[in-house]
């Protein structure tokens, strides 16, 4: 059974950081594009960030560029998502998810998981 479950959302003041967990299981980790996407109140889900499967190259989208770094332990089948200089507009559920694409896109990921909130306010 596919599993993917976000972890390490929280209430954090403007400038501050969090480091988000997506813990995977029931898939071949490496075998699989992984990323981040988040939804804030009445928008659109968003890509945050990608490793692609094809040569586990990185993608930001260009709103977190130099503030977010995503990274994974493929020993422990776990992406992180560190978050740096977070800002308020930054607030809203963060997921996980999985494809067999080599890259990370909406419409394309076969697993997501249930999504862990982010809220950054003083």
């Known amino acids: 059974q596919v599993q993917l479950v976000e972890s390490g959302g929280g209430l954090v003041q403007p400038g501050g950081s969090l480091r988000l967990s997506c813990s995977a299981s029931?898939?071949?980790?490496?075998?699989?594009?992984i990323g981040w996407f988040r939804q804030a109140q009445g928008k659109e889900r968003e890509g945050v960030s990608c490793?692609?499967?094809?040569?586990?190259?990185?993608y930001y989208a260009n709103s977190v560029m130099g503030r977010f770094t995503i990274a994974k332990d493929s020993a422990k089948n776990t992406v992180y998502l560190q978050m740096n200089s977070l800002e308020p507009e930054d607030t809203g559920v963060y997921y996980c998810?999985?494809?067999?694409?080599?890259?990370?896109?909406?419409?394309?990921?076969?697993?997501w998981g249930k999504g862990t909130l982010v809220t950054v306010s003083s």
């Open positions: 998810a999985a494809t067999t694409h080599y890259y990370c896109s909406d419409s394309v990921m076969d697993y």
């Open positions: 490793f692609s499967s094809y040569d586990s190259s990185t």
């Open positions: 029931g898939f071949t980790f490496d075998y699989y594009a």
